[in-house]
């Protein structure tokens, strides 16, 4: 069983930045598709961002493109995501993913992490 564990959640100001961090503890972690989804408060999950499995191609929400940047290190085996600009939309609560690549880029991700939460706020 594929399970990603992310940290790195917390309050931060509109405007600042924070990191989320996630490591996903599997021998065939290189073979994972992973990325990162949130939940608002009331609202459906809403995909944030990708990576494929060689960390050269990546894919973005609307809402977070030119905002967020996602990398992983597949020495380590983990998955980040670098949150700049925040706005209190992007209260949420938000969590690291794994999927099959084989229909990269329409991922079907099977590994959630528990969450961890972004609260933005003054």
């Known amino acids: 069983q594929v399970q990603p564990v992310e940290s790195g959640g917390g309050w931060v100001q509109p405007g600042g930045s924070l990191t989320l961090s996630c490591t996903v503890p599997?021998?065939?972690?290189?073979?994972?598709?992973l990325g990162w989804y949130r939940q608002a408060p009331g609202k459906g999950r809403e995909f944030v961002s990708s990576?494929?499995?060689?960390?050269?191609?990546?894919f973005y929400g609307d809402a977070v493109k030119g905002r967020f940047s996602i990398a992983r290190d597949n020495f380590k085996a983990t998955v980040s995501l670098q949150m700049n600009s925040l706005k209190p939309e992007d209260t949420a609560v938000y969590y690291c993913?794994?999927?099959?690549?084989?229909?990269?880029?329409?991922?079907?991700?099977?590994?959630w992490g528990q969450g961890t939460q972004v609260t933005v706020s003054s």
């Open positions: 990576v494929d499995v060689a960390g050269e191609s990546t």
């Open positions: 993913v794994a999927g099959s690549a084989a229909k990269w880029p329409l991922v079907e991700y099977d590994y």
């Open positions: 599997e021998r065939t972690f290189n073979l994972y598709v």
